[in-house]
């Protein structure tokens, strides 16, 4: 195990380059299942969720190769079996994709029931109603789900909640089924629509990504290419976030802006300066944080990704703030960790009110999922004197070189060996 040790106060000056979406990678990597010849992929971040797809394909027997460092060679026409390592699919949310993939391929589908962030009950009824909708049946053996069906048809799809994962199960189980596929109410976010661009030059027909009607004509084959994933949105964020916290000046560069929209604007609602170039954002913050109130929403509204790192940033701007995260069940498991850094936050249910005191003392904290993390990161940095950050595997779920893009930009940060007595402060 370890963690990270911060010296706080110091503010964030420089420049950092984003790396590929984490929640696009991991789909697009899983949707390779889809392709009927080799492919290349660009701007992969370097993370253990795709680490994690990856050894999922290998493991089936697909061939995966680095061509360099963040671009990789797929060729999974070898893959007979299409089922998935108990142990692999029960590690992550985003094996839940194999389930889309392998079914829209095969007609046959075993994954086990998706592990992830703890954010509260995380249930895919909706990914099985889309599945079912298509002609599919499932059946839950041993903790697996077992898809299947003779044939997948088009139909029409409707969520009855908006959901990122289940659009994305459902475009990928429908590209290859037979006739139209109709995707009412389908999720907007931009990883949402880069899968579709994906499949798209690979020949499939995908209308309506990014939009809440997705259309899908069904195609017979795939063709490889080369694609380079989207940058990633909610890492750009957590340094723009980062840099206002600290009082900093950054620039971020390879993001794509419109995807930033509601960061900046609730981040310049905060009094901070955010300047948009093509592909770069610039942040800076000399002067005090505003108060302000904050509700996530799905895409193009304020994303619950981003909802730890602001609410964080908040707590050093001097007056009440207003959050609302009610896409999930609790994702304020990180404010306990922040109570100790000197924060005055309380919860219910899924409302937080921060009464911030323009200040965090420096503090030894454990991360309890990725966001909660990068948001205790961000604490340290802000805080005065010395925060230890433990858990840091959550962190490297979706974040490259977090502590190396933080050096870059003048933080006092280091990566230590910590000995695993965690586990036991977290389950109390
Ligand atoms: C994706 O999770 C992301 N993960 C999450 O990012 C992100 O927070 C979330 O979308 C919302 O944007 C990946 O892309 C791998 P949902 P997902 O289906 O697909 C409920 C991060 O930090 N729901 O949109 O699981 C669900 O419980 C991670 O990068 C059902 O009830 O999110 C939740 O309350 C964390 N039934 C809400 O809908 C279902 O069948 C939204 O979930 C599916 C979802």
Redesign the pocket.
Known sequence: MEKFVIRGGKPLHGEVTISGA??AA??IVAATILCDEPCVLENVPDIS?IAICMKILRSMGAVVNPVTKNTYYFDTRSIREPKVPYELARS???STYFLGTLLGRFHDAYVAMPG??D??????????KAFCSLGAQYELENGEVHCYADGLIGSQIYFD??????T?NAIMASVKAKGLTIIENA?K?P?IVDLANFLNSMGADIRGAGTDVIKIRGVERLKGITYGIIPDQ?EAGTYMVAAAATRGHVVIKNVIPKHLESITAKLRKCGVTVIENDESVIVSASGDLLTTNLKTM?HPGF???MQPQFSTMLTLAEGTSIITDD???NRFKYVSELRRMGADISVDGTVAVIRGKGMLQGAPVVAS???AGAALIIAGLAAEGVTEVDNIHFVER?YECIDKKLQGLGADIKRVAAPDTNHMRMSG
């Open positions: 984490k929640n991991v789909a969720d992550m949310r985003a992830g962030c954010l509260g009950d995380r249930p895919i009824d909706q990914h099985l909640i908006n959901t990122v994962g289940g994305i999720a976010e990883h909610i799905p994303p619950t990704d896409i999930f069940d999922d990725l966001r979706g």
